[in-house]
């Protein structure tokens, strides 16, 4: 079993920055793939940023050249640095970690991110 648990989430205004962390434990040494998705209000949940082990990442096209992933192994945290937050960035941010383990999938409670106009 892994367990997620991310912080850094709140309210910012348009323009603004928030910084996303998340923090791994237990079976750590199964993890691949790390990330963050969102859920906003009455859509589905879709994908941020993913990170593999190696440092390859992947962004929703919405996103790129504002949010950076990155991830330490020694530590098992992966970050999400958001910077020139829009409103339709407000959602809920979930991490995500990927085990080679069946390639199950692990979820975090989920930070709320709110940015107003």
């Known amino acids: 079993q892994v367990q997620l648990v991310e912080s850094g989430g709140g309210l910012v205004q348009a323009g603004g920055s928030l910084r996303l962390s998340c923090a791994a434990s237990?079976?750590?040494?199964?993890?691949?793939?790390m990330g963050w998705y969102r859920q906003a209000p009455g859509k589905q949940r879709e994908l941020v940023a993913r990170?593999?082990?190696?440092?390859?990442?992947n962004y929703a096209d919405s996103v790129k050249g504002r949010f950076t992933i990155s991830r330490d192994n020694t530590k098992n945290t992966v970050d999400l640095q958001m910077n020139n937050l829009k409103p339709e960035d407000t959602a809920v941010y979930y991490c995500n970690a990927q085990s080679v383990v069946a390639l199950r999938e692990y979820w975090g409670q989920g930070t709320q991110v709110t940015v107003s106009s």
């Open positions: 990170i593999s082990i190696v440092g390859d990442t």
């Open positions: 237990g079976r750590t040494g199964s993890i691949n793939r």
